[in-house]
């Protein structure tokens, strides 16, 4: 005859039982993004970054060694060792399906929408494999006069699901500092007409209203010189820019397209070669992706409006 436990031993086990599961459900969040609202089962430890200004961010909010791959690197010169900031490269653009479920992520963390439309990549089918995702806000759709206010709800939100809530404050209350610097810095100047060059190889690609850079040259003392333009990126023409002939000309520094390949561009081209700003120079160069919301945007910020006070 098998003997069953004393009653106070099972009325225990059962409290632990109970205590456990109660544990388990307090570690579960949910979390808004993009309008809908998410859940993760227990706090990150395997985090993937499908974008590089996306690693930037989780990085400087302290992911540290729970952060075990990245892919999509634009602007950094350096990845001969296979790894960005110490951090596995999976892939120079996008990885496969495969190979992310490969890492066994409990959270996926991308930039760009694009990340999430690759065969079953979508967020849906990720949860669906128990893995969450995050889309940082900029890259959700929704257009927002305010960039920096995303960008502090980025670092909010992730900080919170990664317990890093008092370095997601300091590196906000840091962005606040850098562009109340900017603004200072452009106080009492002259508005420049910058225009933005985002790459020559298949047209002047450049952004309209609804670009970031507008946003960042209001901040930095500037005017988008094709604020007019009722868009994101479009692609201006020669006869256009040379109407227009910007004071200024804002480069992107990208791996694919640097800046110093555009200024090769436009000093060869013999109707863009007349600019006044291709015949003195005026050229500012930033990071690819630091031309888009994340944890760089108040530094860009301040550095272009110490950039565009030189002219």
Same mark, same amino acid.
């Given at each position: 005859?098998?003997?069953?436990?004393?009653?106070?031993?099972r009325?225990?086990?059962?409290?632990g039982v109970?205590?456990m599961l109660?544990?388990?459900?307090?570690?579960?969040q949910d979390?808004?993004?993009?309008?809908?609202?998410w859940? &993760?089962?227990h706090p990150?430890q395997? *985090?993937?970054?499908l974008n590089?200004?996306a690693a930037d961010? &989780?990085?400087a909010l302290g992911a540290?060694?729970r #952060? *075990?791959?990245v892919a999509y *690197?634009d602007?950094?010169l350096?990845?001969?060792?296979?790894s960005y900031?110490?951090?596995p &490269? %999976?892939?120079? =653009?996008?990885?496969?399906?495969?190979?992310?479920?490969?890492?066994r992520?409990?959270l996926?963390?991308?930039?760009f929408?694009?990340a999430?439309?690759?065969?079953? %990549?979508?967020r849906?089918?990720?949860a669906g @494999?128990?893995?969450a995702s995050?889309?940082?806000?900029?890259?959700?759709?929704?257009?927002?006069d305010?960039?920096?206010?995303g960008?502090?709800?980025?670092?909010?939100?992730?900080g919170? #699901?990664l317990g890093? =809530?008092?370095k997601?404050q300091?590196?906000i @209350?840091? =962005?606040r500092a850098?562009l109340?610097?900017a603004? $200072?810095l452009?106080?009492?100047?002259q508005?420049?007409?910058?225009?933005? %060059?985002?790459?020559?190889?298949?047209? +002047?690609?450049s952004q309209g209203r609804?670009g970031?850079?507008?946003r960042?040259?209001h901040?930095a003392?500037?005017r988008n010189l094709f604020?007019?333009?009722?868009l994101g990126?479009?692609?201006?023409?020669?006869e =256009?820019? %040379?109407?227009r002939?910007?004071d200024?000309?804002?480069l992107?520094?990208a791996?694919w397209?640097?800046?110093?390949?555009? *200024?090769?561009?436009?000093?060869?081209d013999?109707?863009?070669? /007349?600019?006044?700003?291709?015949r003195?120079? $005026?050229?500012v160069? +930033?990071p690819f992706t630091?031309l888009?919301?994340g944890v760089q945007?108040g530094q860009a910020? /301040?550095e272009?409006?110490?950039?565009?006070?030189?002219?």
């Amino acid at each position: 005859m098998t003997r069953r436990p004393p009653r106070s031993y099972r009325l225990a086990k059962a409290l632990g039982v109970a205590v456990m599961l109660s544990a388990m459900t307090a570690s579960a969040q949910d979390y808004r993004n993009c309008a809908q609202t998410w859940r &993760l089962d227990h706090p990150p430890q395997r *985090i993937l970054a499908l974008n590089q200004h996306a690693a930037d961010l &989780l990085l400087a909010l302290g992911a540290g060694e729970r #952060l *075990i791959g990245v892919a999509y *690197i634009d602007d950094d010169l350096d990845l001969t060792k296979g790894s960005y900031r110490g951090v596995p &490269l %999976l892939s120079r =653009q996008y990885p496969s399906a495969e190979a992310v479920y490969a890492q066994r992520p409990d959270l996926v963390v991308a930039g760009f929408a694009s990340a999430f439309r690759l065969g079953n %990549l979508s967020r849906e089918e990720l949860a669906g @494999h128990g893995v969450a995702s995050y889309l940082l806000d900029a890259g959700c759709g929704a257009w927002q006069d305010d960039l920096f206010s995303g960008v502090e709800t980025d670092l909010t939100t992730l900080g919170d #699901l990664l317990g890093e =809530q008092e370095k997601a404050q300091e590196l906000i @209350h840091r =962005q606040r500092a850098e562009l109340a610097e900017a603004s $200072r810095l452009a106080t009492g100047r002259q508005l420049l007409d910058v225009f933005y %060059l985002d790459s020559a190889s298949n047209g +002047l690609e450049s952004q309209g209203r609804r670009g970031v850079v507008t946003r960042l040259l209001h901040v930095a003392g500037g005017r988008n010189l094709f604020e007019d333009v009722d868009l994101g990126g479009f692609t201006a023409n020669s006869e =256009q820019l %040379l109407a227009r002939d910007p004071d200024v000309i804002l480069l992107a520094d990208a791996l694919w397209s640097t800046a110093e390949q555009k *200024i090769r561009t436009l000093r060869a081209d013999p109707v863009l070669s /007349r600019l006044r700003a291709v015949r003195e120079g $005026r050229f500012v160069a +930033l990071p690819f992706t630091h031309l888009f919301p994340g944890v760089q945007s108040g530094q860009a910020a /301040r550095e272009l409006a110490q950039a565009l006070s030189r002219f």
